[in-house]
Protein backbone atom coordinates (compact mmCIF):
# COMPACT_ATOMS: atom_id res chain seq x y z
CA UNK A 1 0.00 0.00 0.00
CA UNK A 2 2.05 3.47 -1.42
CA UNK A 3 2.60 6.01 1.72
CA UNK A 4 -0.04 8.43 0.19
CA UNK A 5 -0.25 11.93 1.80
CA UNK A 6 -3.78 14.69 1.69
CA UNK A 7 -2.40 18.32 2.40
CA UNK A 8 -5.95 20.47 2.98
CA UNK A 9 -6.24 23.97 3.85
CA UNK A 10 -8.67 26.50 3.96
CA UNK A 11 -9.06 30.07 2.99
CA UNK A 12 -11.87 32.92 3.81
CA UNK A 13 -11.46 36.41 2.20
CA UNK A 14 -13.19 39.31 2.88
CA UNK A 15 -13.01 42.93 4.47
CA UNK A 16 -12.16 43.74 8.30
CA UNK A 17 -12.24 47.42 9.29
CA UNK A 18 -12.29 48.38 5.60
CA UNK A 19 -9.20 46.59 4.93
CA UNK A 20 -9.67 43.52 2.35
CA UNK A 21 -8.38 40.69 4.64
CA UNK A 22 -7.59 36.61 3.52
CA UNK A 23 -6.96 34.27 6.33
CA UNK A 24 -5.15 30.76 5.93
CA UNK A 25 -5.52 27.98 8.05
CA UNK A 26 -2.58 25.23 8.60
CA UNK A 27 -2.50 22.83 6.50
CA UNK A 28 -4.09 19.53 7.60
CA UNK A 29 -2.07 16.58 7.06
CA UNK A 30 -4.36 13.22 6.38
CA UNK A 31 -2.65 9.61 5.17
CA UNK A 32 -4.33 8.05 2.71
CA UNK A 33 -4.75 4.21 3.87
CA UNK A 34 -7.38 2.61 2.05
CA UNK A 35 -9.43 0.29 4.77
CA UNK A 36 -8.18 1.71 7.68
CA UNK A 37 -10.85 3.47 9.68
CA UNK A 38 -10.93 4.82 13.11
CA UNK A 39 -14.37 6.39 14.77
CA UNK A 40 -14.58 7.87 18.44
CA UNK A 41 -18.07 8.40 20.36
CA UNK A 42 -19.55 9.48 23.48
CA UNK A 43 -22.52 7.92 25.15
CA UNK A 44 -23.68 11.47 25.68
CA UNK A 45 -23.40 14.67 24.35
CA UNK A 46 -23.67 16.57 27.38
CA UNK A 47 -21.95 15.87 30.86
CA UNK A 48 -23.18 16.96 34.03
CA UNK A 49 -22.13 14.72 36.62
CA UNK A 50 -21.48 10.66 36.31
CA UNK A 51 -19.05 9.10 34.16
CA UNK A 52 -18.82 9.35 29.84
CA UNK A 53 -17.84 6.12 27.92
CA UNK A 54 -16.08 6.59 24.92
CA UNK A 55 -15.70 4.14 22.08
CA UNK A 56 -13.68 3.52 19.69
CA UNK A 57 -13.69 1.10 16.69
CA UNK A 58 -10.78 0.34 14.40
CA UNK A 59 -11.92 -1.61 11.32
CA UNK A 60 -9.22 -2.80 9.25
CA UNK A 61 -11.09 -3.67 5.41
CA UNK A 62 -8.06 -3.11 3.79
CA UNK A 63 -5.88 -6.11 2.04
CA UNK A 64 -3.33 -6.90 5.17
CA UNK A 65 -3.43 -7.09 8.57
CA UNK A 66 -3.00 -3.79 10.75
CA UNK A 67 -0.04 -5.09 13.19
CA UNK A 68 1.76 -3.32 16.05
CA UNK A 69 -1.92 -0.72 17.00
CA UNK A 70 -0.93 1.64 19.57
CA UNK A 71 -3.83 4.20 20.47
CA UNK A 72 -2.89 7.26 21.56
CA UNK A 73 -5.93 9.88 23.18
CA UNK A 74 -4.85 13.14 24.75
CA UNK A 75 -8.08 13.84 27.49
CA UNK A 76 -7.79 17.32 28.62
CA UNK A 77 -6.43 17.26 32.68
CA UNK A 78 -8.31 21.06 33.18
CA UNK A 79 -11.66 18.93 32.40
CA UNK A 80 -11.73 15.22 33.13
CA UNK A 81 -9.58 12.26 33.53
CA UNK A 82 -9.63 8.67 32.82
CA UNK A 83 -11.92 6.64 35.44
CA UNK A 84 -9.16 4.07 36.47
CA UNK A 85 -9.04 0.36 35.26
CA UNK A 86 -12.27 1.34 33.24
CA UNK A 87 -9.95 0.86 29.34
CA UNK A 88 -11.17 -2.15 27.85
CA UNK A 89 -10.57 -3.62 24.57
CA UNK A 90 -13.21 -5.92 22.46
CA UNK A 91 -14.83 -6.24 26.17
CA UNK A 92 -11.71 -7.27 28.30
CA UNK A 93 -10.17 -5.62 30.71
CA UNK A 94 -6.94 -3.79 28.71
CA UNK A 95 -3.24 -2.93 29.71
CA UNK A 96 -2.87 1.18 29.52
CA UNK A 97 -0.80 3.89 30.46
CA UNK A 98 -2.20 7.25 31.81
CA UNK A 99 -0.50 10.27 32.46
CA UNK A 100 -2.53 12.20 34.52
CA UNK A 101 -0.60 15.65 34.35
CA UNK A 102 -0.68 15.75 30.41
CA UNK A 103 -3.85 13.91 30.19
CA UNK A 104 -2.21 10.91 27.67
CA UNK A 105 -3.89 7.61 27.67
CA UNK A 106 -2.09 5.28 25.42
CA UNK A 107 -3.15 1.31 24.33
CA UNK A 108 -1.47 -1.30 23.15
CA UNK A 109 -3.59 -3.09 20.87
CA UNK A 110 -3.03 -6.72 19.32
CA UNK A 111 -3.34 -7.24 15.65
CA UNK A 112 -6.11 -6.39 13.50
CA UNK A 113 -6.57 -8.80 10.90
CA UNK A 114 -7.78 -7.93 7.68
CA UNK A 115 -12.09 -7.74 7.60
CA UNK A 116 -12.21 -7.38 11.44
CA UNK A 117 -12.73 -5.06 13.82
CA UNK A 118 -11.09 -3.93 17.53
CA UNK A 119 -13.61 -2.14 19.91
CA UNK A 120 -11.90 -0.09 22.66
CA UNK A 121 -13.95 1.80 25.56
CA UNK A 122 -13.30 4.09 28.74
CA UNK A 123 -14.87 6.19 31.09
CA UNK A 124 -13.84 9.59 31.61
CA UNK A 125 -15.07 12.06 34.93
CA UNK A 126 -15.28 15.55 35.48
CA UNK A 127 -12.30 17.00 37.80
Known amino acids: ?38 VKV ?9 NLLYTITITNSAENAFENPE ?12 VENSVEVDGKAAQYTYDDTTGEL ?12 SIITFQVQKV
Open 71 to 82: ITDILDPALIKL
Open 1 to 38: MADVKLSNIANVTGTYDSIPTTLTSEAVITDMIAGLTI
Open 106 to 117: KITLDTIEKDAS
Open 42 to 50: ADKQNLASG
